[in-house]
Each structure stands twice: as C-alpha cells, then as structure tokens.
C-alpha cells in the first residue's frame, strides 16, 4: 500500500535513515553530523509548527519526505519558504519526490505563502532536471559557499511562485493552526490517485 501522510515526530528513526547517506556521503546537505533521533524529532516538532512535512510510505516504510523552511529571518520574508525532498535510495526514479512536492506545495500555497526556494548544490544536473520540470526558475549562484568532503562546494538557486503578489498580503497561516481534516481530505484525494 503506497500513501502520503503528515510527518510523526516518532518517524523520526526511519527519516533519519533516509537522510544519513546524504550527511555522510554527498555534499546535497551541508549537514555534517547525524543528528540523534530525540534531536530530530525535536526539529520535526519545531518545523511542523509552522511548515508542512509530508512523508510518503510503500507497505508502511517511509520510501521519501518533503518539507519546508523558513527562508530568512526578517518579517519581510514571512511569504518565502526554502523545500527539501529526500527519497530511500530503493525508491528513486519511481516518481514519488514529484508526488511529495506537489502535495507539499498545494499546502504552502493554502497557507498562503508565495515564494518556494531550492537551493543545489552543484553539479546536481538530475535535482536541477527535477526542479525545473516542476516549474522552478534559477536566479542565482552562491560560489563556493560551503566546504564539504574535502572541497569548496557551489549552490545555485531556484525559485518557484506558488501565489499571486499582492500589494496588502495576509499573513501565512502556521501549519499547526490549519485545518487538519481539509488536510488530511487532500492527502486522501491525491493517494487515491496512485
């Protein structure tokens, strides 16, 4: 059984197992430390306060998460949001990071926030594929920003508009004061449709 849900703090372990390849082995996060468990379910805590963190599962493993993130910290950046999408190696190239981000960005977008950002560390010519096919934009290059396993490492951004820009904007609701049962209705639409 396949099927997207909203993120448990107690699926933390199982997260964790998906992301710690690419702490230890890829320069795709600047993490360089595996966070513990009672820490990472700390951060699922502190994100879905206020972001939305939707897990998918194949026959009840987590074969892939997406979430968001504040973007910057002033005021003025309230309507920007930075994604993430992270998939089981066994699971990729199923069209299941697709899946995850388009629900991801139905949730951002009723929440009422605008921008979502990506950033890439490059060369990442399959994530810069991926993102552009589901409507993101580059718009910049941080050179050499970071220092990863052994080298100096470049992240490009991308940009993606989920909203209009208005001239008085509301205010993005917090994820925590959404109205679960209309998200949980729209994560059962679109697991019906696999």
């Known amino acids: 059984m396949k099927k997207m849900r909203i993120v448990q703090p ?3 372990a199982s997260i964790l197992e998906i992301y710690t390849p690419y702490i230890l ?3 795709i996060t600047f993490e360089t430390e595996i966070p513990s468990t009672g820490s990472f379910e700390e951060r699922i805590k502190l994100y879905t306060e206020k972001w939305p963190w939707i897990v998918y599962e194949v026959d ?3 074969a892939g998460y997406a979430y968001a993130t504040k973007h910057r910290e002033r005021l003025a950046y309230q309507w920007c949001v930075e994604s993430s999408v992270y998939i089981r190696d066994r699971f990729q190239r199923e069209g299941i990071a697709s899946k995850l981000y388009n629900v991801l960005f139905e949730v951002l977008r009723l929440q009422g926030f605008i921008n979502v950002y990506a950033g890439i560390t490059l060369p990442n010519d399959r994530s810069i594929t991926f993102h552009e096919k589901l ?3 580059n718009f910049v290059y941080y050179k050499n920003v970071g220092h990863k396993l052994g080298a100096w490492r470049t992240v490009g951004w991308w ?4 909203n209009d820009y208005e001239i008085q904007p509301s205010a993005p609701v917090d994820f925590r004061e959404m109205d679960i049962n209309l998200i949980n209705s729209f994560l059962n639409e679109e697991n019906k449709k696999k």
Do not use: E, M, R
């Open 10 to 12: 107690l699926d933390a």
């Open 25 to 27: 082995n890829t320069a």
């Open 60 to 62: 009840g493993i987590i």
């Open 135 to 137: 409507g993101f934009s």
């Open 159 to 162: 940009q993606k508009q989920i």
